[in-house]
């Protein structure tokens, strides 16, 4: 393997995928040539998402995902309800 970058030509993407694309180079404040090569590098575990969380793509608030802080925090916080007590059955 060399030192030298290798450059890549993609021919007909297609629109959507295009968009899709231009959308998170504008919304990350990135060239799109960058935002491909991190998607990439991401895909193929080059790189962490984010720092080892899910990309957001806009709706991850709406969808209840939660850093692994936050999941952390609320299963702690869900303890006391995971024990039975017998006295309820009676």
Do not use: Y
Request: charge should be negative; hydrophobic fraction near 35%; proline fraction near 6%.
């Amino acid at each position: 393997m060399t030192d030298m970058a290798s450059v890549l030509t993609i021919h007909s993407i297609d629109p959507v995928l295009s968009g899709r694309i231009s959308s998170l180079a504008r919304r990350e404040g990135k060239s799109l040539n960058q935002t491909v090569k991190d998607v990439l590098a991401e895909h193929f575990g080059l790189k962490p998402k984010c720092g080892g969380q899910p990309r957001d793509n806009g709706i991850m608030a709406l969808c209840g995902i939660l850093s692994h802080e936050d999941a952390a925090e609320l299963r702690k916080a869900q303890e006391p309800f995971r024990t039975i007590d017998p006295e309820d059955w009676k």
